[in-house]
């Protein structure tokens, strides 16, 4: 789930329709939260079994002690690195120094069929690709997924492959239909996706026909 704010994590968790949550500086801000370290130790009260939190700086020096701190502060801690800076610049020699000290990465930022081939000759635990940025580029994700997952197969990396930037419930079942690992999905559109008119028509007929019935 893409989220940082406490009630969300909680309350989905406990459906256990998530396995883990993920979090960036957007995310982070937009909870009202100050502190990436701080938000990641509540989410970890949750009980999440995972937690991806992102770094802050594009200093790769400063980026790297980002990313040792926040993989101290619970085994089930993976780190999030942009592929790119803000500039374009590439941080494969960053992820490759901190997978080198032992830290599960998550490589994100990718849009690029080009960026998720590169990324993945880095081997990192996790590879994401942004769904719906990818398809703002003129590119379809699901072909991007497919060929990235092909390539894996060539190479038999165990990197595991994300989809995060969903927008809208269909993108959800698009991204599903693909042959990655992990959907990352906002609370608001995982509640929509979930929500068929349909099968609330007929669970609505089944209480109506239970009245005056025992069990």
């Known amino acids: 789930m893409d989220s940082a704010a406490d009630g969300h994590c909680t309350d989905w968790l406990q459906t256990g329709l998530i396995h883990g949550v993920t979090t960036n500086s957007t995310l982070v801000a937009k909870a009202g939260a100050t502190s990436v370290s701080s938000t990641v130790k509540r989410i970890l009260d949750s009980g999440t079994a995972e937690v991806h939190a992102q770094v802050l700086s594009e200093a790769d020096a400063e980026a790297y002690q980002q990313a040792m701190a926040l993989a ?108 990655c690992d992990i959907v990352t999905v906002p609370p608001a559109v995982l509640e929509q996706w979930i929500d068929h008119p349909r099968s609330v028509e007929m669970a609505r007929q089944f209480a109506t026909d239970a009245e005056g019935l025992v069990a």
């Open 72 to 179: 101290s502060l619970d085994p089930r801690v993976r780190v999030k690195i942009p592929f790119v800076t803000s500039a374009g610049r590439c941080r494969a020699g960053l992820i490759r120094r901190v997978r080198d000290a032992g830290v599960k990465v998550n490589v994100t930022v990718c849009t690029s069929r080009a960026e998720l081939y590169a990324a993945l000759l880095l081997q990192p635990e996790y590879l994401s690709l942004l769904w719906c940025r990818t398809r703002d580029a003129g590119e379809d994700p699901a072909q991007a997924v497919r060929a990235v997952a092909s390539r894996r197969a060539l190479t038999s990396t165990g990197t595991r492959l994300v989809i995060g930037s969903i927008r809208e419930p269909a993108d959800v079942t698009a991204a599903l239909d693909t042959p």
